[in-house]
């Protein structure tokens, strides 16, 4: 494994033009709309190309059957064994919060990151915001209750568990009586907390948080209008609350039998989320998000001279879990070895899952800018397909016209009328085109029967494809079927 080199091939797309290891690291996006077979066509390609390199790595699921068809896939190339199917009832759970807290390094468990996992669910059931002139207070006022709730939970338990953070949540202070209340005291999870935690020997560091967090509930939260603070607890609350149920509780909040880092090393996991978004809704959508912001950062950090492996990432329909986020990890992917491999149907959608307006469509093209190679198939939406235009760029062509006129007379007079009396005029005209104009994409060959090949155009920038001597290359992707 670790003797894969940056230029070797891995994706043979015509005779003489292939997608090489490092290539891939730089990042790729698949556009295409319903049935045109990017799923099953260059998907499937990088996909198998992966597994045939023998790397590890993260799959997200959409449908119902990925995970089925991706242990098809496994098994004959001959690492099925190597799968860990994460999904309900099974074997496989990571408890997040403590992994974050347990896990090597120095950045283990400091109060950012951890709130940095728990806002970036916050993103994603936030879409639909109205995004109003208030919208950065509500969100300082959440930020600022999370980290304090974090502070103290693991100032008295070394840990960080979602149920003691909604316990800690709802048994605070809501006004200065209730600190001088035994009633309070005897029934509040805070009180515990904050007592358990002053007995504890913390660092100077942790000392310093714990004390700061007590401040702000017994110096602001307590102060807080009625209704301000039943908006911001209800938000947190909700959240949580989402976090302790049913299948997310399952299997990202009770124990830990994998990790990320089983991607790497002698494991070279392949870690398949099966909690589909067309199947599980918001639910998957959360759990999917939350694991794969911690895989994330445990590729972003390990040390690729020890562990020099490449490992892959993959996310169909990747609209459904993208997060402000991504745009950072995807800025130093390539340094962390791991190729990227984002899928959806079309801008507009990406768009609108990063907040919609000018200010999504500019965190989605900074997510899409570090994304090297693009694989754009079939489309009926012209934003995308403007797009893509306009990303392979135009070039000077020439165009000729020729045209005849006749010499003035009456219609019987005409009809005689020498050839040598008729002028004909020919030009030739250079102008700037578009190298592959927007109605090309709407063209392009869809998945399925009778060929079983999905077209598409692919994108490369700084690059010359032996074929075209172009930037860009027309590939016929052949279809593993499902």
């Known amino acids: ?260 880092e089983m991607c790497f090393g002698a494991s070279r996991a392949i870690i398949v989320l099966d909690i589909p978004t067309k199947e599980y809704g918001d639910v998957g959508r959360y759990g999917q998000a939350m694991f794969r912001l911690i895989w994330q950062r445990a590729m972003e950090r390990r040390d690729v001279q020890q562990y020099p492996a490449p490992v892959f990432l993959i996310a169909d329909e990747f609209q459904s879990v993208v997060v402000s986020e991504d745009k950072d990890f995807q800025a130093t992917a390539r340094s962390s070895r791991v190729c990227t491999v984002y899928a959806t149907q079309n801008l507009p959608g990406l768009y609108a899952a990063l907040g919609g307006g000018d200010a999504g469509k500019q965190r989605a093209e900074a997510i899409l800018a570090n994304l090297h190679t693009k694989i754009l198939h079939a489309n009926g939406d012209s934003v995308t397909n403007d797009w893509a235009s306009e990303l392979i760029s135009k070039s000077w062509q020439f165009r000729s016209s020729v045209g005849a006129n006749s010499a003035p007379g009456g219609e019987q007079l005409a009809l005689f009328r020498n050839l040598y009396d008729r002028s004909v005029n020919a030009s030739v005209n250079e102008t700037l085109e578009y190298d592959v104009p927007p109605q090309t994409f709407t063209r392009l060959q869809m998945g399925g029967p009778p060929h079983f090949c999905s077209e598409a155009i692919v994108f490369q920038p700084g690059r010359t494809f032996a074929l075209t001597g172009k930037t860009y290359l027309p590939v016929l992707f052949p279809q593993g079927v499902r």
């Not at 950012?112 to 919208?135: F, I, P, V």
């Not at 560091?205 to 209800?234: G, N, P, Q, W």
């Open 1 to 260: 494994m670790s003797g894969l080199r940056h230029d070797q091939a891995l994706v043979l797309l015509a005779a003489r033009d292939t997608l090489t290891l490092g290539q891939l690291m730089q990042g790729t996006l698949i556009t295409g709309c319903t049935g045109c077979g990017k799923s099953t066509g260059s998907l499937y390609a990088l996909t198998m190309a992966f597994l045939l390199a023998g790397m590890g790595g993260l799959i997200l699921t959409c449908k119902r059957d990925d995970a089925e068809t991706i242990r098809r896939y496994a098994r004959q190339v001959g690492r099925e064994h190597q799968l860990i199917v994460v999904r309900p009832g099974g074997p496989w759970r990571c408890d997040l919060l403590n992994y974050e807290v347990q896990r090597p390094g120095l950045g283990a468990g400091l109060t950012e990151n951890l709130y940095r996992l728990l806002a970036s669910l916050s993103e994603l059931g936030e879409r639909a915001g109205t995004g109003g002139q208030n919208e950065g207070y509500w969100n300082n006022a959440k930020a600022q209750l999370f980290r304090a709730l974090i502070d103290v939970v693991r100032a008295a338990y070394g840990t960080v568990t979602l149920q003691h953070l909604h316990e800690v949540l709802q048994t605070a202070p809501l006004c200065l009586a209730d600190l001088e209340s035994e009633r309070w005291q005897e029934h509040s999870a805070f009180f515990t907390a904050v007592t358990i935690a002053e007995q504890q020997p913390l660092s100077a560091r942790d000392r310093h948080d714990f004390e700061h967090s007590l401040r702000y509930f017994f110096s602001e939260f307590v102060y807080l209008a009625e209704k301000t603070r039943s908006i911001v607890v209800s938000s947190v609350s909700g959240l949580l609350d989402i976090l302790l149920r049913g299948v997310l509780r399952e299997l990202f909040a009770t124990d830990t039998t994998f990790i990320p």
